[in-house]
């Protein structure tokens, strides 16, 4: 089946860093999504990429839509206490089902 | 962005009992998805439901499982006889603008026990 591998796998950082993650597969997507998840709570979208090569920012948030569209990336900035969470990336292939990469933990420390 | 409202938040219930989660978009939506989460893992696709059928189903999605639009406005998941390999929480999510992202619900915690 169709595979989504985040790296790293956790984080753990300080206050104020930069954070870079990525979601590779094996396979070819159209669409890329990040999500953040908060323990017990629904996956919420962060960003959404469409094309091969884009790169879109939502705030401290930028993200990248790989050139060979089997791959993204989410880099956070300056990083603070909420961007506590968990990460996924997720793909979109042929239908609009959503596969989701295995996560990225991230832990803040002030 | 549309909105869900997903009950209950929790639901624990005895192995082979059915069950029926519900999801109530705050406007009416003819498409939605249904993932769930085992604890600790990843997001996992079950099934998309459109105008009254199913689009699209996963392997997970078995005939212990269905959706349905009782009433018009609310979408339901029935699991007809639990496993405990059911315990996860089961996430409704309803499509952007764009038809490419999804909208996820607060979820709903099953426990079979």
């Known amino acids: 089946g169709q595979q989504l591998n985040q790296s790293p796998q956790s984080m753990f950082i300080q206050e104020g860093e930069d954070v870079s993650m990525n979601c590779t597969s094996s396979?070819?997507?159209?669409?890329w999504l990040w999500y953040k998840q908060d323990p017990g709570e629904g996956p919420v979208l962060l960003i959404a990429l469409y094309k091969a090569g884009e790169l879109t920012s939502n705030g401290r948030l930028t993200a990248q839509f790989g050139i060979t569209r089997k791959d993204s990336f989410l880099n956070i900035s300056a990083s603070i206490p909420s961007d506590v969470g968990i990460y996924f990336c997720?793909?979109?292939?042929?239908?609009?089902?959503?596969?989701f990469g295995t996560g990225t933990r991230l832990q803040v420390f002030p | 962005e549309p909105e869900v409202t997903q009950t209950p938040s929790h639901q624990v219930t005895q192995m082979g009992q059915e069950v029926i989660l519900r999801c109530v978009p705050i406007?009416?939506?003819?498409?939605f998805y249904w993932y769930r989460q085992i604890l600790g893992q990843k997001v996992e696709f079950l099934v998309s439901f459109y105008n009254n059928e199913i689009s699209e189903k996963s392997e997970i999605f078995d005939d212990q499982f269905s959706v349905e639009r009782p009433d018009g406005s609310n979408f339901t998941l029935k699991i007809r006889s639990t496993k405990l390999e059911d315990s996860a929480m089961y996430f409704c999510a309803l499509p952007g603008a764009e038809n490419t992202e999804a909208f996820f619900g607060q979820g709903t915690r099953l426990t079979v026990v």
């Open positions: 396979s070819i997507f159209n669409t």
């Open positions: 997720a793909g979109q292939r042929d239908t609009d089902k959503l596969i």
């Open positions: 406007s009416n939506h003819l498409y």
